[in-house]
C-alpha cells in the first residue's frame, strides 16, 4: 500500500511560476517509478512527466516541454512538478501516481489556477 499526498498549487497570474510536491508513503521509494498527471475541466487525465529512481525522466506533451520539470528526492521520499511560464491552459487538477506491479496509486490531487 502505498499513500501519496500532493501540495504546492494554487492561483497564480499568466507567467507565473509554481512548485508542486508529491510526498510517498513506503520504505523503497527509490525504486518506484513516479508520474505526473494532470486533469482540465471537462478533460481526460493527461500524463505529464515520469521519473525513475535514478532520476531520469520522460517528459510527454510537446506544449509542457522546457517549461516543466520533474524531478525527485529520494531521501524525503518526494517528487516535484516545477511549472513555469504558466499559461490559462495549463489551469488543472494535478495528481501523483504510482505502480507497483498490478496495484495503481494515486494522490487526491492538487489544483493549479492560472488566471489574472
Known amino acids: 500500500q502505498v499513500h501519496i499526498v500532493e501540495s504546492g498549487g494554487g492561483l497564480v497570474q499568466p507567467g507565473g511560476s509554481l512548485r508542486l510536491s508529491c510526498v510517498a508513503s513506503?520504505?523503497?521509494?527509490?525504486?518506484?517509478?513516479m508520474s505526473w498527471y494532470r486533469q482540465a475541466p471537462g478533460k481526460e487525465r493527461e500524463l505529464i512527466a515520469r521519473?525513475?529512481?535514478?532520476?531520469?525522466?520522460?517528459a510527454y506533451p510537446d506544449s509542457m516541454k522546457g517549461r516543466f520539470t520533474i524531478s525527485r528526492d529520494n531521501a524525503k521520499n518526494t517528487v516535484y512538478l516545477q511549472l513555469n511560464s504558466l499559461k490559462a491552459e495549463d489551469t488543472a487538477v494535478y495528481y501523483c501516481?504510482?505502480?507497483?506491479?498490478?496495484?495503481?496509486?494515486w494522490g487526491q490531487g492538487t489544483k493549479v489556477t492560472v488566471s489574472s
Open positions: 513506503g520504505s523503497t521509494f527509490s525504486s518506484y517509478a
Open positions: 501516481h504510482t505502480r507497483l506491479g498490478a496495484e495503481t496509486y
Open positions: 521519473i525513475f529512481g535514478d532520476g531520469t525522466f520522460i
